[in-house]
């Protein structure tokens, strides 16, 4: 149980165009997904967290307008990165908390999407 | 505002000697402690947890971590490292909210033959 799939696993886009990633709760409802961004050999950053019907809270530093984040369902959220520049080229991952399971403190990771901006 | 620091970037040891990453962390309360493991290219997936309860708490893959208060640390052991362990280690912690896990920088194994 506990499965979070992201698609695409890989995309490649030109400089100035949006490109979208989905998050998926496969077998489990998630009120809340959060959205991570990882640099080569760096560690997770948390970029947004994402909760089902309401705005998404981004960290300091994160550009809304940039990362525009819609949980329009309880097992499903999107990220889309508008005009994407060759510096938005990361590794992004989301996770996705099961609050009926045993605890809610438990994040369940999906495999990551690897953005290549040219 | 909670922290997690790996003191080592970089770690190498021999097939089937024992382990042991390090993991600091700075958290006002009762902390809720993870160690992840992510290969290449891959995402994360949860070794062990620690939220209560015996301070000795054992994953999968072989893998243990003892949680101590006193020195604010939760390390990841193993007894004897396989090849395939070569991976990137990553601790975590939760507030007791459930919203932010703050990752460590991360420590990348690698396992000689």
């Known amino acids: 149980g506990a499965v979070v799939s992201q698609h695409p696993s890989w995309v490649i886009c030109k400089s100035g165009t949006s490109v979208k990633i989905e998050c998926r709760s496969l077998?489990?409802?998630?009120?809340?997904m959060f959205w991570y961004r990882q640099f080569p050999k760096q560690s997770l950053m948390l970029m947004a967290t994402?909760?089902?019907?309401?705005?998404?809270?981004?960290e300091q530093g994160v550009e809304k307008d940039k990362f525009l984040i819609n949980h329009a369902s309880l097992t499903l959220s999107t990220l889309t990165v508008t005009s994407a520049h060759p510096e938005d080229s990361s590794f992004y991952i989301c996770?996705?908390?099961?609050?009926?399971?045993?605890?809610?403190?438990?994040?369940?990771f999906g495999p990551g999407t690897r953005l290549t901006v040219t | 505002a909670q922290s997690v620091t790996q003191p080592d970037i970089h770690i190498t040891v021999s097939e089937g000697a024992s382990l042991e990453l390090r993991c600091n962390y700075s958290?006002?309360?009762?902390?809720?402690l993870f160690w992840y493991v992510q290969s290449p290219g891959q995402g994360l997936q949860l070794l062990l947890k620690?939220?209560?309860?015996?301070?000795l708490v054992q994953g999968i893959k072989g893998f243990e971590a003892e949680f101590k208060r006193s020195q604010s640390s939760f390390n990841l052991r193993k007894p004897s490292v396989h090849w395939s362990d070569a991976a990137e280690y990553f601790c975590?912690?939760?507030?007791?909210?459930?919203?932010?896990?703050?990752f460590g920088g991360g420590t990348r194994l690698m396992v000689k033959p």
């Open positions: 958290y006002g309360a009762t902390p809720y």
């Open positions: 077998d489990f409802q998630a009120t809340t």
């Open positions: 994402s909760n089902e019907g309401s705005k998404a809270t981004y």
């Open positions: 996770s996705a908390r099961d609050p009926v399971a045993g605890t809610s403190y438990e994040q369940y």
């Open positions: 975590a912690v939760n507030n007791n909210a459930g919203n932010m896990l703050t």
């Open positions: 620690y939220f209560s309860g015996d301070t």
